[in-house]
């Protein structure tokens, strides 16, 4: 039996990785793709005969799809998840869940009265080298964690994720939303406190290019993160995805596994020295969103770290470091209020 995914956006993130995705997923199927842009849905027809690509809205509605994956500029991601929702199908909405706080407080509304399965596309979560380390630190292999160090650099070009209005927040949504949704898994907490730094901010017409922050989870412990972006290069210098986690029983270092493609490294440090990580085979975290969904729309519950309102409360959390770095007055308090305890959804 097929699970009929229809793609809203024909960006890189589609034709790179998305319809590859579907490609490879037994049963998956690509049943169409909407983009305003001809050119864009043209580049991503190639080796899809079957599939429906077009700039008309209805038209993408009318074919016979079970899911939507909403690959949308942010301040787009409420407009075609809720449209989905409202016509019965499930829903990817990929990272952030929207452009603000209130508009992502709209889809989960949405998803909540349409009662259907609907998650983040929250690929790292898929990573087996991000899966490993969150594994070692349940099973006490470095003790209980104290702090986490985390730098995720990379490149963009001068386009939506540029503009306030369209992405909302710049390097914190599309590049720093990793080390905070790691450290929460690591730490198996929201954060209460933090104190952040970047650049620009206030500029209503450009969003951020870099930023840290320190998140703490309590009094002791805490994710210090750096995050940035060069803009329309594509160097590899620039492209950094790296943490360290500090227990008081050891450490666990992991690089590469924040990164589009699945692969990593992890290697752990004890008493006895540093050893490298039980063989891994990475895996095509995008098909693992696909076969998630699947798995929910036959019953199997959405997971508590992808479902929509861990998307609210992450979102939450990232306009928390960007008001503190707007303010530059020092630590402020994590006030969370859009999603549900932590503790009920793992």
Known sequence: MSYRVGIVGAGFLTRHSLIPALRDMPGGCLAAVLDPDPQALEMARRDCPDALFTTDEEAFFAVAMDAVHVATPNQL??????????????VVVDKPLAHTVASGRNIVAAATAAGLPAIVGYMSKHNVYNQEARRLVRAGAIGTPQTMVAARLGWRKDDWRSRPAESGLGCLADLGIYPVLTAIDIFGADPVRCQATAWPVGDPTRTDLYAQATLWFDDRRYLHFETAATFHEQPASAEVASYTVVGDGGIIQVTGAWQMDGTGALNRCDASGW?????????????????????????????????????LRDLEILYAIADTAAAGAGAADVRLSGGVPLAEVR
């Open 275 to 311: 050893h490298p990580a039980a063989r891994l085979t990475p895996s095509d975290p995008y098909r693992s969103q696909y076969e998630l969904l699947a798995r929910c729309a036959a019953g199997e519950p959405v997971p508590g770290d992808v479902c929509l309102e861990r998307g």
């Open 77 to 90: 991601h409420e407009r075609f998840a809720v449209g989905a929702l409202r016509r019965g199908l499930a």
